[in-house]
């Protein structure tokens, strides 16, 4: 089965940069879009940025010009470059992976959260 591990979360201070980085192991055969997802407490999951396989990348309104997604195909990999925090980024951070594991079965994968707060 496949699977996502995400790492980077923490405390910053406003004005300060965090990165996220997940990455897709087990089994599989191809990733289409990534992204990361944010919830904050009393708040609904709401999509923070995606990429696309070919590197097409769409971000929240909330967020452009702050923070940047990147991916490593050959690597599985996906990262979210977060500067200039705001308190009203502390969230639980979640990635997201769509794609096909070696039985090309189509899957959707979310990663365990990683905490990010930002103190004013």
């Known amino acids: 089965q496949a699977q996502l591990e995400e790492s980077g979360g923490g405390l910053v201070q406003a004005g300060g940069s965090l990165r996220l980085s997940c990455v897709a192991s087990?089994?599989?055969?191809?990733?289409?879009?990534m992204g990361w997802y944010r919830q904050a407490p009393g708040k609904e999951r709401e999509l923070v940025a995606s990429?696309?396989?070919?590197?097409?990348?769409n971000y929240a309104d909330s967020v452009k010009g702050r923070f940047t997604i990147s991916r490593d195909n050959a690597k599985n990999t996906v990262t979210l470059q977060m500067n200039s925090l705001k308190p009203e980024d502390t969230a639980v951070y979640y990635c997201?992976?769509?794609?096909?594991?070696?039985?090309?079965?189509?899957?959707?994968?979310w990663g365990q959260g990683t905490l990010v707060t930002v103190s004013s």
């Open positions: 997201l992976a769509d794609g096909f594991d070696r039985s090309i079965r189509s899957f959707r994968l």
């Open positions: 087990g089994s599989i055969f191809s990733i289409n879009g």
């Open positions: 990429i696309a396989g070919r590197g097409t990348t």
